[in-house]
């Protein structure tokens, strides 16, 4: 039961195909009705935030594994509660349709019911992102940039939106706005060091894209990287993404710069400029260290080290092995 107040995003499909498995006993063991009395309703357990998270989460579970039947009695008891002229409400029964349907024509009918609700309420933020996530999901970019666009007219310090914005740009190819819009989520979040990874990782990928550009593109994107994975490991001693970024770029760094021209250091530019190749390589040295801490904590089990992801673990270990075997050969 614990897992129903995890974010459903969050949870494994093995997860979320055991909570969908037990669907009806959790359902038969939450509190379906409000009390008949505005006391009564207030004394009801069913009042609690916790029970009603409960039922957003079982119905997300159920819906990513087909799971129909629960998930549309979850969103009957969530109707029955808070009304379907709730923007929640709204978006969810609409995420419910868009699984339903079987076919191009019945999502074209969600996404005009989306659009209708808009055309009466343009502000409805859950309706706008249901409606971004089905054109993202149906191959409309264009149309999906539109709307986040318009989304964040209204809402510009929705950092969901900007991330979402940010990610649909990556997908394209096109980094430099990839980058302005995560950068706009560090503004509303400059703490989080989820994000700063997340851009020196789009930085990383412009710089070895423009590798054969021009220098000083590339230099400038490597720089923007290696400044974003610092501050995500100063931010998160111990974030795995954070350590595996700083090792990619200090490797990409260390391999290119005897090939680029020299930076010149301008006190009023506000670009980060390329640290010497002695700094350069301790941080190398450091974020290998430190990835392999990570890896040989993971792999013995150690208590207060099993939160990894083991993608990111298999990842880690291959990117240390390969360096190794490159030193042997």
């Not at 709730?86 to 076919?103: S, T």
């Not at 914005?165 to 060091?193: K, M, R």
């Not at 994107?221 to 770029?249: T, W």
């Amino acid at each position: 039961m614990a897992s129903l107040l995890h974010p459903p995003a969050h949870l494994t499909p093995a997860e979320a195909l055991s909570l969908s498995q037990r669907a009806p006993a959790v359902l038969k063991s939450l509190p379906s009705s409000v009390g008949a009395s505005a006391l009564a309703s207030l004394a009801s357990p069913i009042e609690s935030p916790e029970v009603w998270l409960s039922y957003e989460n079982l119905l997300i579970s159920c819906l990513r594994t087909g799971d129909l039947e629960s998930a549309q009695e979850c969103i009957r008891r969530l109707v029955q509660r808070f009304g379907d002229e709730n923007d929640r409400v709204m978006a969810l029964q609409g995420l419910v349709k868009e699984a339903e349907a079987n076919d191009d024509k019945a999502l074209e009918a969600v996404l005009k019911s989306y659009d209708d609700i808009l055309a009466k309420d343009a502000t409805n933020v859950p309706i706008h992102k249901r409606r971004v996530a089905l054109l993202r999901s149906t191959g409309k970019t264009a149309e999906a940039v539109t709307g986040l666009i318009a989304l964040l007219d209204f809402s510009p310090t929705d950092a969901e939106a900007w991330a979402e914005l940010a990610d649909v740009y990556l997908e394209q190819g096109l980094y430099a706005q990839s980058i302005y819009a995560l950068e706009e989520v560090l503004v509303l979040s400059p703490n989080a060091w989820n994000i700063h990874a997340r851009l020196g990782e789009i930085e990383y990928m412009a710089a070895s894209t423009s590798a054969g550009g021009s220098d000083a593109a590339t230099q400038k994107y490597a720089a923007e990287s290696l400044k974003r994975f610092c501050r995500s490991i100063e931010l998160c001693d111990d974030y795995l993404r954070g350590f595996y970024g700083l090792k990619l770029v200090t490797s990409f760094v260390l391999k290119n710069s005897g090939k680029w021209s020299k930076q010149k250091n301008d006190a009023n530019s506000e670009d980060f400029t390329l640290p010497d190749n002695a700094t350069v390589e301790r941080l190398a040295q450091l974020a290998t260290g430190k990835l392999s801490e990570i890896v040989r904590r993971y792999t013995v089990k150690e208590a207060h080290w099993s939160g990894y992801d083991e993608a990111e673990i298999a990842a880690a270990r291959e990117l240390l092995f390969g360096e190794t075997a490159a030193v042997v050969r």
